[in-house]
């Protein structure tokens, strides 16, 4: 029990190091890194026309159901905390998916053709977000619009009726890329986006 009270301390002393070599930029990617564990919000479409969505998708291989919402999202996505006094984040999901086979189109906020997240290695130089495939079936069987390698580690969840809704998208692979970030290592090649 003794000897665990210097290595606690030495490690605590190699993190401060670590964070002062680094200046503010090693914390600000730590917190980025925990806002990419999900997103979480309330979405609204203020034009006159209601959209809709009942739409699940699980690690892009089961996608259950159907939407359609061009609108705006309050909370928490995109690397931002967005509040009822700032200005919503755009909010897209264009996808539907009968479990083995689907199409999918979505995000949150501005499209970021060097996110990992939105695009594959290959589509760097895309102008606005693509569309994917969904589903088991379809992603062995059709190469084109393959989806990028994070999607096979993301769960989406998305329900709007009318005018107003909820989304919640969980991918356990950025619980990964921020413990892991800690000691500087960023795999999923994502601390600078912002920058």
Same mark, same amino acid.
């Given at each position: 029990m003794c000897s665990a009270v210097p290595r606690m301390a030495s490690a605590l002393i190699l993190l401060t190091l670590l964070a002062g070599?680094?200046?503010?930029?090693y914390l600000s990617d730590r917190g980025?890194?925990?806002?990419?564990?999900?997103?979480?919000g309330i979405t609204i479409t203020p034009e006159a026309k209601p959209d809709f969505a009942i739409y699940f998708d699980f690690f892009n291989m089961l996608p259950v159901g159907y939407g359609n919402v061009d609108g705006k999202m309050i909370g928490w996505g995109n690397r931002q905390m967005i509040f009822?006094?700032?200005?919503?984040?755009?909010?897209?999901?264009?996808?539907?998916?009968?479990?083995?086979?689907?199409s999918e189109k979505y995000g949150t906020g501005?499209?970021?053709?060097?996110?990992? *997240?939105?695009?594959?290695?290959?589509?760097?130089?895309?102008?606005?977000?693509? #569309?994917?495939?969904?589903? /088991?079936?379809? $992603?062995?069987?059709?190469?084109?619009?393959?989806p990028p390698w994070t999607h096979y580690f993301e769960?989406? *969840?998305a329900l709007h009726l009318g005018w107003i809704?909820?989304?919640?998208?969980? #991918?356990?692979?950025?619980? /990964?890329?921020? $413990?892991?970030?800690?000691?500087?290592?960023?795999?999923?090649?994502?601390?600078?986006?912002?920058d």
């Open positions: 070599l680094s200046g503010c930029s980025r890194d925990a806002l990419d564990i999900f997103d979480l009822l006094d700032d200005t919503p984040l755009d909010y897209t999901l264009h996808s539907w998916g009968a479990l083995v086979w689907g501005s499209f970021i053709p060097a996110d990992p *997240r939105q695009v594959r290695d290959d589509q760097r130089d895309l102008l606005e977000r693509p #569309r994917y495939n969904a589903g /088991v079936a379809r $992603v062995i069987s059709e190469e084109e619009n393959r769960c989406q *969840r809704g909820i989304v919640f998208n969980l #991918r356990p692979l950025d619980v /990964v890329d921020f $413990v892991v970030g800690w000691t500087t290592v960023d795999f999923m090649g994502d601390d600078h986006l912002n």
